[in-house]
């Protein structure tokens, strides 16, 4: 090599490749699709109702099998046979049917497979007082400080739910780079996340998707209403 010419870095390589990814049923509904994403890159997804959008982020988070195509993450082949295995690789969604218990307290949603207990643990109790801090460590992550994590769940705005099942999965993602079942959260996936918000409501979810960005989490944003992708 030339020692006066400079050398180019190259190009970070992608978190997650899909390379011509198809779903046929009866019919086609998904043909040839192509993408790169990287860290701390948000990428916008439209079209019509039925273009398709949902099927390629369910491909995507394991809730179903491609028909034709490949995928790789983190420059590995990537094809997850559920939402559990998509999950512990660090691939996360959150759909427009939240995934949380309404009656159930936000703290307890945000750890409900792994509540802390006292005592030992098949006859011990929950520990409210690790659990409620746990809980406040988690929801100051998405801008949820103000909010009691004694709340139900059924009681916060549409908008305050999404924030808490993002944090849910900031949790999920967290828990699994303990047990060595993955690291924290590559992708996140926000499938018409402002279809039911409040102006208030969405200025708070862009907040913390400017923050997960900033972390370097890559973002499939699912939307149709064009303003909202400026």
Known sequence: MDANVPDVASPAPA??????????????????????LHAGEVLALTGENGAGKSTLSKIVSGLTASSAGSMTL?????????????????????????????????????????????????????DRRRLRDDARAAMAQVGLEAIDPDTPVGELGIGHQQLVEIARNLVGSAAAADHGDGGD??????????????????????????????????????????????
């Open 74 to 126: 983190m420059g590995r082949p990537y094809a997850p046979a559920s939402r559990r295995e998509a999950e512990a690789l660090g691939v996360r969604m959150v759909m427009q049917e939240l995934n949380l218990l309404p009656t159930l307290t936000v703290a307890e949603n945000l750890f409900l497979d792994r509540l802390p207990q006292s005592g030992p643990l098949r006859f011990g109790w929950i």
């Open 15 to 36: 978190v997650l490749t899909v390379t011509g990814v198809g779903k046929t049923y009866e019919q086609p509904v998904l043909a040839d699709v192509s993408l790169a």
């Open 185 to 230: 959260m590559r992708v996140l996936i926000l499938d018409e996340p402002t279809a039911m918000l409040t102006a208030r409501e969405v200025e708070l979810l862009f907040e913390q998707i400017a923050r997960l960005k900033a972390r370097g989490v890559a973002i499939v944003y699912i939307s149709h209403r064009l303003e909202e992708l400026e």
